[in-house]
Every structure is written in structure tokens, then in C-alpha cells.
């Protein structure tokens, strides 16, 4: 199946700094890629789907300037948490959907990235 | 909007055990797609079956197979022979076949495989 990659695979920071995370899709090409927030033994919470060349869509509830995203090839997706807080820790996942083949419903999903602010 | 139902949050088997897992959704949609990924304890999400909905076979997977009853929205998992590597949370998901992109999830069934 496809690859979809992250980096860094975790991260700690201070207080009032800001983050980047990146996506990539290795061995396709990704029009569009989802970023997820996932809590300690819950489920994925849909926080954006990335557009390449164009703005992201943000889910209701999710503050677009504090969680920045920019597609900027069709590998790559980076999402930026800016004036990060403790509350910003989780378990960040990114996943892209893979239109090359047959099954271009199908999204892959990279490997995570655990973020804590300190 | 779609919903996805896990009603088991835990389960466990015995190695070598078969096990079902029951998933069940809601829509008004009627062509669309149902995967389970499965979470191992690295948190990396990995494919595991899909089902198309206008196809009434049932997918399978070598020891994975689905039981995809359209009538009454249910997609159910099967793991057949199981094994200590299938220890992991397991999710089910719905994709309209248009439109809207967004997987919705399940809440999740953590499975543990019991030496």
C-alpha cells in the first residue's frame, strides 16, 4: 500500500512556542490530505483537510489560526500549532488519500506525532 | 451526517480464536465505503479490509473477512486464526462514495489476544 510519512515522530516544547509537523506522501502523489487529533484511547478527531494549492477546511471547532496548514507540493502538508499550550498535547495524525490506483477512497495515514507542551 | 457504532469497547480471545467485531452505521447514502483500520500500540493506523458498498460480496483479507449486511447497516469483522500481532485497537470507518471526503470513525474496539 502507500507510504505517507511524519516528522518529526515527537516533539516537546515550551509554552508559547510554536510547532511544525510535516506529511508526506512518499511513492505518490497526494491532492488532498486529512489532519486528525487523536486523544489517549479515543477515537480520530478530523481537525482539517488539506488542499494542495489552496486553503485548507477546517472542522468546526478548530481555531484555523492556531492551526496552521499549508500544502505547498503534492507530497507534502505541513501543520503548524503556533503559541502552543499544554492543552495543544495529543497525538497528531496525518493521512492522504492515494488516487493513482483503483481504490483512490482509501486513505493512508502516517505513523503520528506526539506532541507535548510544556 | 453519518454515524459509525462500536458497541465493544474491549474484547479479548484466545490465540488461534476466532473473533467478530460488530460495527454498525448510519446514512441516507447509498453508495459509499466501509474500512476497518487497526491501531496497534505504536499508534500507527494501518488498513486492514474495505467494502464497497455496491458490491455484495464480502471483502476478505487473508484471515480478515467482513460480514456486510446493506439492509441493516452492519459491517462486522471477522479475524480468523488469530493471532498475539492482532492485539490493537480497531476502527471502524464510513466514506460517502461523493461529495463529502471525511472518513467518520467509530469510537474504537480494543482487542487483546490472549497467549
Known amino acids: 500500500g502507500a507510504v505517507v510519512s511524519q516528522h518529526p515522530s515527537w516533539v516537546i516544547c515550551k509554552s508559547g512556542t510554536s510547532v511544525k509537523i510535516e506529511c508526506r506522501s512518499l511513492?505518490?502523489?497526494?491532492?488532498?490530505m486529512f489532519w486528525y487529533r487523536q486523544f489517549p484511547k479515543q477515537s480520530l478527531m478530523l481537525m482539517a483537510t488539506?488542499?494542495?494549492?489552496?486553503?485548507?477546511?477546517?472542522e468546526q471547532g478548530v481555531e484555523k489560526d492556531k492551526f496552521l496548514i499549508n500544502h505547498a507540493s503534492l507530497t507534502l502538508s505541513t501543520l503548524t500549532v503556533t503559541s502552543a499550550h499544554p492543552e495543544d498535547s495529543s497525538f497528531y495524525i496525518c493521512?492522504?488519500?492515494?488516487?493513482?490506483?483503483?481504490?483512490?477512497?482509501?486513505?493512508?495515514f502516517g505513523p503520528g506525532t506526539r506532541l507535548t507542551v510544556l | 451526517a453519518q454515524t459509525v457504532t462500536q458497541s465493544q469497547p474491549e474484547m479479548s480471545v484466545q490465540e488461534a480464536e476466532t473473533v467478530t467485531l460488530s460495527c454498525t452505521y448510519d446514512?441516507?447514502?447509498?453508495?459509499?465505503?466501509l474500512f476497518w483500520y487497526k491501531q496497534p500500540p505504536s499508534r500507527q493506523m494501518i488498513l486492514v479490509i474495505r467494502?464497497?458498498?455496491?458490491?455484495?460480496q464480502n471483502a476478505t483479507e487473508n484471515r480478515f473477512s467482513v460480514n456486510f449486511q446493506k439492509a441493516a447497516k452492519s459491517f462486522s469483522l471477522k479475524i480468523s486464526d488469530s493471532q498475539l500481532g492482532d492485539t490493537a485497537m480497531y476502527f471502524c470507518?464510513?466514506?460517502?462514495?461523493?461529495?463529502?471526503?471525511?472518513?467518520?470513525f467509530g469510537t474504537g474496539t480494543r482487542l487483546t489476544i490472549i497467549p
Open positions: 446514512t441516507s447514502e447509498n453508495n459509499y465505503y
Open positions: 511513492d505518490f502523489q497526494a491532492t488532498t
Open positions: 470507518a464510513f466514506l460517502p462514495n461523493f461529495g463529502n471526503e471525511k472518513l467518520t
Open positions: 488539506s488542499n494542495e494549492g489552496s486553503k485548507a477546511t477546517y
Open positions: 467494502q464497497e458498498a455496491y458490491k455484495q
Open positions: 493521512s492522504a488519500r492515494d488516487l493513482s490506483g483503483g481504490a483512490g477512497d482509501t486513505q493512508y
